[in-house]
């Protein structure tokens, strides 16, 4: 498992591998492309937005396909089914929204099982 330290801005997002974790802090959006692979499979999502709310939206393919229910703070998980096509994209995005001061999170996001 590898550790991404101070993921991107929403205008150009950090590309890593499943099976990674990404944190950060602070306020503000944060995009990060994580490569999926060409096996289909469920993706599973832990995060911990810790005390401090935040948004997670996962991206494929320009839709929406697992986020939050608005602002929440703990721990959690999402899960969606990766399904790897000839032609269609081997990535997902992920999309943190942190409005508020001092915000910490993490997540991990687990290659296709």
Partial sequence: MSECQNASD?????????DAVVTSGGKGVTRTKHVLGSKSGLVKVQYDMQNIPDQI???YDN??????DGLV?????????YEAKAGKPDFCIVEMSAPGEHTVWDYLLNCPI
């Fill in 73 to 81: 703070s703990g721990e959690g998980n999402l899960e969606w089914k």
């Fill in 10 to 18: 929403a205008n150009n997002p950090n590309v890593i591998n499943c």
């Fill in 57 to 59: 939206r996962i991206l």
């Fill in 63 to 68: 839709e929406n396909v697992a986020s939050t």
